[in-house]
């Protein structure tokens, strides 16, 4: 790719509270530079003000000029929004434990800042091929790593969800950073495991490269999880380096 290259996203985001739950715990942010979500924990509403506070403290992002240090800036933005959810929890000992994944993609036109605590995950579509691009922080994924469990014994574990990581009110916990090229053609998904655990990479991998509207493609894939139970919430954020010419 030359250096002079810059490339607009298109996107699509979509959330859905599933079919077991009450509240839907996620938030999600798609605009022209910042991708993200954030899937809450804590029980009751305080998911939702763990995932709410986190997108807000990011969002700012989306609005600011390219810096020359968009990986410094995503995590500098991390680091404030766990501040911001200790001072909460501090403040108020109700929201003692609450906590929220996050998978975030800041662009800067030519490619992306990566940015993971958790189990949401990002996914890379590229040349007809699907990779997961993030590394679930998980008790069962460190048992896999380890070769102590099968990838497919970890998926139909009963404690899969289990973290190890998470950003909350309980210290500072260190994300996952990364730099990524982007190429036109590329497909990204961005998704809460409530999409993830419910449904396939193959059914993945077939929606993705299905409707050229990222609006349809986003729609089915919670349409797929709903389909599978929807036991969870379900959020997902799917964006497209336009193909060139």
Known sequence: MSNNASFTLRYAARTDVGL???????????GPRLLAVADGMGGHSHGEVASATVIAALSALDGDPP???PLGALEAAITEAGRQLKEMAERDPRLT?????????????MGFALAHIGDSRAYMLRDGCLYQITRDHTLVQSL????QMTAEQAAAHPRRSLLMRALGGSGSVEPDL??????????????????????GPEALH?????PADLGA?????????????????????VAEVPPAG
Do not use: F, K
């Open 178 to 199: 990364s730099m990524r090229e982007a190429r036109p053609g590329d497909r990204y998904l961005i998704c809460s495991d409530g999409l993830s655990g419910v449904v």
């Open 97 to 109: 434990g609450m906590g929220t994944t996050l998978t975030a993609m800041l662009w800067d036109g």
């Open 206 to 210: 077939e929606t993705l490269t299905g």
């Open 144 to 147: 896999v790593d380890d070769g």
């Open 67 to 69: 810096g020359a240090d």
């Open 20 to 30: 077991r739950r009450s509240l839907n715990e996620d938030s999600v942010y798609a």
């Open 217 to 237: 493609a986003a729609d089915r894939l919670i349409e797929l999880a709903r389909q599978g139970g929807g036991p969870d919430n379900i959020s997902c954020v």
